[in-house]
């Protein structure tokens, strides 16, 4: 009985050494095999630095190039300078703008000269169409006194021949001799100055604006000068006209000294080595003697620099004979040497440029024929009384 117990726990641990054999063994053939192929192997550099996160997962050739996208600079749109049209020749080309002032000194005086017979009331006629385009008294009894003369010698009646000897006579009142031009050529190492003077409202800033066009297109270079320091809107206006032709403006605070920004810009022009610096001032009230005290400060101080070569007054020739006592004000106070007669294609009448010549002599050497940037031309007299005159007489 001891051998049967015996021989049954003999062959339990046999049974329980087998099972602990095989068991095993099945488990491990259940395992995946293991993936095949080369394997990467990171290490870590003994310098003890740490690592980027993406060296420890991609190989070095896998990861993306970091692409820059540069922006293109911006550049700011160049203006495109405007180029004013030859000053030569305008008066002839703007001669349709003075329509209405044919009407009166041409048609008009043409038809009563060509009649028959002219009696004392034609020529009263005569005088009074004259006076009207504001000639002026004196001048009309000088142009009458002489046609008088030239019809009863001559005895003409003809059309062609009496328009003739009006153009000649009215011509002569407009006195072609007269020096007109502009001194605008740089002179003793410093530009020519021009001081512009005028009351607000007769279109001084932008008659300022156009001379510097005028003179850009005979080929100068320009500097604008805002010495009219009372009205921001005027530095703003004539800093318009200069970037316009590629002129530069100087200009100071609002409310500042006038004198100073002359003084300023005529430095400027000299350091720059512009041809010419055109100033503007501020409209005067000619009735008010510390205003006019000032402008002739304004002119004395740019004298520190060199003498003004060019005064030219501003006059509106729709104001008639009243814009002549505003011109004798200005010329005690500054010595003018040209007129600049604006405005004279509205309802302006063209006698207002002899009777300007006449009361102040001094010329008119521009005129205003519209509100264009280039319809401001040079004055010929011989021109204009054509223009007047009208094609067809």
């Known amino acids: 009985m001891e051998y049967v117990v015996a021989a049954v726990i003999l062959l339990v641990v046999l049974v329980a050494g087998v099972v602990g054999l095989v068991v095993p063994r099945l488990r491990r053939r259940q395992l995946p095999p293991p993936a095949s192929g080369p394997t990467t192997t990171i290490e870590r550099p003994p310098t003890g630095e740490q690592e980027d996160p993406l060296q420890l997962i ?3 050739e896998e990861l993306p ?16 300078l405007e180029k004013p049209e030859p000053a030569a020749g305008r008066l002839v080309r703007l001669r349709a703008r003075l329509a209405r002032s044919q009407s009166v000194l041409g048609r008009g005086l043409l038809s009563v000269l060509s009649r028959d017979h002219l009696d004392d009331e034609d020529w009263e006629e005569i005088e009074d169409s004259l006076i009207s385009a504001d000639v002026g008294v004196e001048a009309t009894q000088v142009i009458v006194a002489r046609l008088r003369e030239r019809v009863r ?51 001084k800033t932008t008659t300022v604006g156009k001379i510097g066009r005028v003179l850009v297109a005979e080929g100068r270079t320009v500097l604008f000068g805002a010495a009219d320091t009372f009205r921001a809107a005027a530095a703003d206006q004539l800093q318009t006209w200069g970037e316009r032709v590629g002129a530069e403006t100087v200009r100071g605070p609002e409310g500042g000294d006038p004198a100073s920004v002359a003084f300023d810009a005529v430095k400027r022009g000299t350091d720059l080595g512009v041809d010419t610096v055109i100033i503007d001032t501020a409209g005067r009230l000619q009735n008010k003697v510390g205003l006019m005290d000032e402008l ?36 005690d106070v500054v010595d003018v040497t040209g007129v600049v007669l604006t405005k004279l294609d509205g309802t302006a009448k063209g006698g207002i ?11 008119v050497k521009l005129v205003g024929l519209g509100e264009g940037p280039d319809d401001l031309a040079p004055f010929e007299p011989a021109a204009f009384v054509e223009a007047l005159l009208g094609s067809d007489g």
Not at 297 to 319: F, M, S, W
Request: hydrophobic content about 40%; cysteine-free; overall charge negative.
């Open 58 to 60: 991609l190989p070095e």
């Open 353 to 363: 440029v002899i009777a300007v010549q006449r009361k102040l002599g001094i010329p």
């Open 65 to 80: 190039p970091l692409v820059v996208e540069e922006k293109p600079p911006v550049q700011e749109p160049v203006r495109e």
């Open 153 to 203: 010698v001559l005895g003409t009646r003809n059309v062609a021949e009496v328009r003739e000897q009006l153009a000649e006579e009215l011509t002569a009142a407009l006195e072609p001799d007269l020096d007109r031009s502009l001194k605008t050529a740089p002179h003793d190492g410093r530009p020519a100055v021009l001081l512009v003077v005028g009351v607000n409202g007769a279109g």
């Open 296 to 331: 002739g400060k304004v002119k004395r101080v740019v004298e520190k620099q060199g003498p003004v070569d060019e005064t030219l007054l501003i006059l509106d020739a729709t104001t008639g004979q009243n814009g002549l006592e505003q011109a004798r004000v200005f010329t």
